[in-house]
Every structure is written in structure tokens, then in C-alpha cells.
């Protein structure tokens, strides 16, 4: 019997399989970005003319006042129901349902008067609706909703 303790090698660790490995993962990632690039589709762009868009806007503004009242492109209404206001943005929009309805509201406004803006554009079958409002100290400006 061998009662003389024993040395113990010290666990190695062997870098040369883990470097192999990470240089095979670099080397298949260089080559499929490589390839990436000739496999999209060649796209050519149509050209836009930003300045006759500007000239023939599809929008339409109402205006909604602190008292109720409300204009339609600056033209005032004579009544403040949600069917008068839908006749009128019919008019507005000649049948045309791809017009985006500006809701440029007083501060004062109430909410239900907004709400039959929205309401009157939902049934006259406009969706696209954008919010005016403004920064201080600066012009109005439109958000979306």
C-alpha cells in the first residue's frame, strides 16, 4: 500500500478548442453579412414633387370656439348639432374620404364639443383626424392622432 500523499496535477484549461471555435463563429458571420448585401432586392424610387402637394391640400380645418361654435374651413355654422356639422363636412369633402380633419379647438373649449367634431368626422366616414395645437410663443402647429 502506497500511504505517501500524492501530488495533484492542477486542472488545465485548454484555450486552443475555444478559440478555434470563435474564429469559425467570426469567420460564418463575415461571410453571411458578405452575402447579405447581394441578395435585397435593387429598388428604384419614384420621384415626388413635395410642391404641387402643397398647392392642392387634402385637409380640412374646424374650428371650435370656446362658446360652442364651430367653422369649417373658416365658413361659421348655423347649428351646433353633430348632424349639421356631418352635412357640412360632407359638403367640405365632396365624397373625397381620404381628407385629414384638423380639430383646431379653443383652450376654453369644452370637451363635448370636441368630441361632436369627432364624432361628426367618424360618421361622414373621415378617420385621419390631427389635433392643432401650438408651443408658447409660437405659431400653431398640428399633432397627430
Known sequence: ?????????????????????????????????????????????????????RSAPKEVIVSVSSDGRYAINQLLLDGSSVESLTRALEEATQDTRDMVIIISADAAATHQSVINVMDAARRAGLVQITFATQQSGSAPSRGKS
Open 1 to 53: 500500500m502506497n500511504f505517501r500523499p500524492g501530488t495533484r496535477d492542477e486542472p488545465e484549461i485548454n484555450l486552443i478548442p475555444f478559440i478555434d471555435i470563435l474564429l469559425v463563429v467570426l469567420i460564418f458571420l463575415m461571410l453571411t453579412t458578405t452575402y447579405s448585401k447581394y441578395t435585397q432586392l435593387q429598388v428604384n424610387l419614384p420621384v415626388a414633387d413635395s410642391e404641387a402637394q
